[in-house]
């Protein structure tokens, strides 16, 4: 189940709010010998967080398919702190997610090493089905306690009251929820600085809804995940000047979007190397491309090289104009746990903005 982007909190009797996390989506799928932990593109996650799963499979031979974030609360004094850098205080633990993305590392030795050093959580805040019964038709509190009792049977203890009170992993945890909304504004406005990334709203009476946006999430910034369709190159044509970015269509055609660029230098040598083995791709197919010269650019060279489009990249924009940023991105952060053909337009539905 997705969640719509809005400007504001929504108001009113029947809202529940929640933290959204900072970290990697997934579905648990649990029968009576493994439990599978893969991302919302279906993608395997659990050897990767073999901690994770080893808190999850302790829940006992129960079947069940929940729903949660993947998060890595990091202590202050971590050599893998990096959360600092964007002015969270280094006194108390918070949410890191480029800590959190060194755990998709393909080495077996490397993996094991970091799920003893910056261990995972997992924040369930959902379920489909427990005990082969289907849960989808209930409401959100009834699947809520569902949950809960769930958890409580590998005494996972109460859930945390707030997004400040989880801890350093490993860990299994039920989401903090309100229905008060001074309380939720308090999460938004993330005062304790432990880095969550805005929250997440549900009607009390909603099923779960698979594959459609019928939350709905406030977060910090406007952000989006694009898809890397090409690049231009420096004028030395030595590095990367700016990547193109695209989102797809109803009809999954790509459409550019608009570009990101203001790389260091080393980084834009260093990103050329990394995009090389997917040059020549598909790219933007039949959409919207990023075009030729006009009379604004000067008749400077506006050539580009097309990417096959598969990377995606999570950005920060100001507003957009028509179908396009009106200004150039800002690059958060990569996000190899999304699949491509996730990325639409779908995303950027906040009120007055498209």
Known sequence: MLAKAAADLPVGEGWRYEPK??????????????????SRSERPLGRY???????????????????????????????????????????????????LQLRLHPAASRVERLAEEIPATFVAFDALEIDGRDLRSLDTDARRREVRALLEGASAGDPPRGPDE???????????????????????????????????????????????????????????????GGYRLEKNGEGVASLLLGLYDEDLTLHYVGHTSAFPAKQRRALRDELAPLEGGTSFGDGRTPGAPSRWTGGADRSWIALEPTLVCEVRYDRMQGVRFRHAATLLRWRPDRDARSCTFEQLSVAGSV
């Open 166 to 228: 989880l801890r350093p992993g490993p860990g299994l945890v039920l989401t903090p929820q309100t229905d008060d909304l001074e309380l939720a504004e308090r999460w938004f406005a993330d005062v304790e600085g432990f880095g969550q990334d805005g929250i997440v709203a549900k009607r009390q009476e909603q099923r779960y809804v698979e594959g459609q946006r019928v939350m709905v999430k406030v977060k910090h910034h406007h952000t989006a995940d694009c898809v890397v």
């Open 49 to 99: 967080f073999p901690e994770v799963v080893e808190q999850l499979a302790a829940l006992g031979s129960r079947p069940f398919v929940i729903d949660g974030e993947i998060v890595l609360v990091v202590p202050p004094g971590s050599p893998y702190r990096t959360a600092a850098e964007l002015g969270h205080p280094l006194e108390e633990p918070a949410i890191d997610f480029d800590a």
């Open 21 to 38: 996390w900072d970290g990697f989506r997934a579905i648990v799928r649990a029968g009576d010998v493994e439990v599978e932990l893969d």
